[in-house]
Structure formats: structure tokens, C-alpha cells
């Protein structure tokens, strides 16, 4: 890390873990504020071997976020946690958020799909509003994380294995059939979330397709159909991504599925026990 601080020093230390996709599908589109978003239907899975550790000073000069960062301050997803939290607090609440440190040792990968920034974000909410007391609920929280990051109320959920839907702010609980684990392939590329989408929208998108995915109805389905399917299956942004990025069709094997929009893709370690 490139400056003198470390965990050791922070008074709470906290875990933001990773999550991966089983599934997306695109089902819609909506519009809010004149801007466009795609509706999905999709299967998060928190990952328990990768995280992000968070440490965080509440003693500090200013409110300062430390980390290695491939972002400007105010693209980062805590800061901007921090400036949605802002209304929910008291002065005395304000001044000692403006005094807390946020060191992050960063293990997710960077425009993976595997919703590192958005677990930040959802971690700095979980903390801050245990430390200073705010006693806001989960529903609340819920709301100040879907104004961040569509991944963000997955995270705050707590829940292990969920059916996510609209824009990410619909959370399911889905019961394991069996609990399996997998292991992250990195490519070592970040992919634009955004341009992803847009490459979607502009070459794939289509409402008879939109009309047979919802026909298929993925969100019922086991763990163990969905791991008998292949990549482009289960993946509506499979497509579009290797457009973009044709070099990540080397990667492509049986059995190995992409997480998000991202570059990053898993396969199961244990593909008999994930199955029903």
C-alpha cells in the first residue's frame, strides 16, 4: 500500500466480500430522470473467499478514504456513500463522519463483475450506521445503497444467495439446494459497466427476446439447471462483452460462466454438491 497507514491502526476492521452471478438475464428497460436502465432478473452468490478489507479511524484530521484506487475520489463508491448518508445525520453525527478515516486493502478486482465497489459501499453504510448509533433500517439502508450502485442492496441484505431483480433493488432470499463454492477466474481487465450495457442496448437488445427469456422463467430454476447450462446461456452480457473484448473468449470452457458485466469469470470447485 502506498502510504504509512495499516489496519493494524483502525479501531473497526470489517469484510466486504465478492459476489458473483449465476445468471442475467435482461428483461426490460425502464426510464428514471430521463435516463434509460435495464431491468434484469439474476442470482447473486456472496463469495466468502474473496473480500475487500476495510479498516476505519474515527479520530482522523478529515474525512479521508485511503486505498489503491483506479478511480478520481468522487467516482469512488464509499465516498459516495458518504455523501448520500450526509441528510440521514445529526451535526454532532456530521462532525464525526467528517473526522473518520477509511483505509480499504483491496482484494475484489477492479471492473471484474464481481461487485467490489458496490460491497464497499455497502460495507462503509453497515458500519457507520452500527458505530454512530443511526439505527436506520434495513429498508432504509436499502434505499440510500440502490441511489449508489445497483449491486449495493445485495449487499446490505446480509443474505448469502439471493434472486435480485429490476435495476438490483429487488432482493429474494433463494435457498441453497446445497452449498457449493467456486473459484474466480481474473483476467486482469477492467470492463465499463456502462459501455457493456450500451453495447447490449444498441446490438442485442430485441422485445422478442425479451418476451422468451421471461417465458423461461429463470428465476425458479436450481442451482444445478443453471450450472448444466453453457456461458452464453446464462449470460445475456456474454455477447456484447466479447464484442468489446475478444480477447476474453479465451477463457471460454466448459463449465466456466462470467460474473456481471465485468471481465472476471468462475466455475464451480464442486459442481456435483451445487447440484440438487
Given at each position: 500500500?502506498?502510504?504509512n497507514?495499516?489496519?493494524?491502526t483502525?479501531?473497526?476492521?470489517?469484510k466486504?466480500?465478492a459476489?458473483?452471478?449465476?445468471?442475467?438475464?435482461?428483461?426490460?428497460?425502464?426510464?428514471?430522470?430521463?435516463?434509460?436502465?435495464?431491468?434484469?432478473?439474476s442470482?447473486?452468490?456472496?463469495?466468502?473467499?474473496?473480500?475487500d478489507?476495510?479498516?476505519f479511524?474515527?479520530n482522523?484530521?478529515?474525512?479521508?478514504?485511503?486505498?489503491?484506487?483506479?478511480?478520481?475520489?468522487?467516482q469512488?463508491t464509499?465516498?459516495?456513500a458518504?455523501?448520500?448518508?450526509?441528510?440521514?445525520?445529526?451535526?454532532?453525527?456530521k462532525?464525526?463522519?467528517?473526522?473518520?478515516?477509511?483505509?480499504?486493502?483491496?482484494?475484489i478486482?477492479?471492473g471484474?463483475g464481481?461487485?467490489?465497489?458496490?460491497?464497499?459501499?455497502?460495507?462503509?453504510?453497515?458500519v457507520?450506521?452500527?458505530e454512530?448509533d443511526l439505527?436506520?433500517?434495513?429498508?432504509?439502508?436499502r434505499e440510500i445503497g440502490?441511489?449508489i450502485?445497483s449491486d449495493?442492496?445485495?449487499f446490505?441484505?446480509?443474505l448469502?444467495?439471493?434472486n435480485?431483480e429490476?435495476?438490483g433493488?429487488?432482493?429474494?432470499?433463494?435457498?441453497?439446494e446445497?452449498k457449493?463454492?467456486?473459484e474466480?477466474i481474473?483476467p486482469?481487465l477492467?470492463?465499463?459497466t456502462?459501455?457493456?450495457?450500451?453495447?447490449y442496448?444498441?446490438e442485442?437488445?430485441s422485445?422478442?427476446?425479451?418476451?422468451?427469456?421471461?417465458?423461461?422463467s429463470?428465476?425458479t430454476?436450481?442451482?444445478a439447471?443453471?450450472?448444466?447450462?453453457d456461458?452464453?446461456?446464462n449470460n445475456d452480457?456474454l455477447?456484447?462483452l466479447?464484442?468489446?473484448y475478444?480477447?476474453?473468449?479465451?477463457?471460454?470452457?466448459?463449465?466456466?460462466?462470467?460474473?456481471?458485466?465485468?471481465?472476471?469469470?468462475w466455475?464451480c470447485?464442486?459442481?456435483s454438491?451445487?447440484?440438487?
Amino acid at each position: 500500500m502506498p502510504f504509512n497507514t495499516s489496519l493494524n491502526t483502525c479501531s473497526v476492521v470489517a469484510k466486504a466480500y465478492a459476489k458473483v452471478n449465476l445468471f442475467l438475464k435482461i428483461v426490460g428497460k425502464t426510464q428514471i430522470n430521463n435516463t434509460f436502465y435495464h431491468l434484469l432478473q439474476s442470482r447473486f452468490m456472496r463469495v466468502s473467499t474473496l473480500f475487500d478489507t476495510l479498516g476505519f479511524n474515527f479520530n482522523a484530521k478529515s474525512f479521508e478514504i485511503l486505498g489503491n484506487f483506479d478511480c478520481s475520489l468522487e467516482q469512488n463508491t464509499i465516498y459516495k456513500a458518504f455523501q448520500e448518508l450526509l441528510p440521514y445525520l445529526n451535526a454532532a453525527q456530521k462532525e464525526c463522519l467528517n473526522h473518520t478515516q477509511i483505509i480499504v486493502e483491496k482484494q475484489i478486482p477492479s471492473g471484474g463483475g464481481l461487485g467490489g465497489g458496490s460491497s464497499n459501499a455497502a460495507c462503509f453504510l453497515q458500519v457507520i450506521n452500527k458505530e454512530f448509533d443511526l439505527r436506520l433500517s434495513k429498508q432504509e439502508l436499502r434505499e440510500i445503497g440502490a441511489s449508489i450502485g445497483s449491486d449495493v442492496p445485495f449487499f446490505l441484505s446480509g443474505l448469502e444467495l439471493a434472486n435480485v431483480e429490476g435495476r438490483g433493488e429487488i432482493i429474494s432470499p433463494y435457498e441453497l439446494e446445497s452449498k457449493f463454492e467456486v473459484e474466480i477466474i481474473n483476467p486482469n481487465l477492467h470492463c465499463s459497466t456502462k459501455e457493456v450495457f450500451q453495447r447490449y442496448a444498441k446490438e442485442f437488445y430485441s422485445a422478442n427476446a425479451i418476451s422468451q427469456i421471461k417465458a423461461e422463467s429463470w428465476l425458479t430454476k436450481s442451482n444445478a439447471e443453471i450450472l448444466n447450462n453453457d456461458a452464453f446461456s446464462n449470460n445475456d452480457l456474454l455477447k456484447p462483452l466479447l464484442r468489446m473484448y475478444p480477447k476474453l473468449e479465451s477463457y471460454l470452457q466448459k463449465d466456466v460462466f462470467l460474473s456481471g458485466s465485468g471481465s472476471c469469470f468462475w466455475t464451480c470447485k464442486n459442481k456435483s454438491s451445487g447440484e440438487a
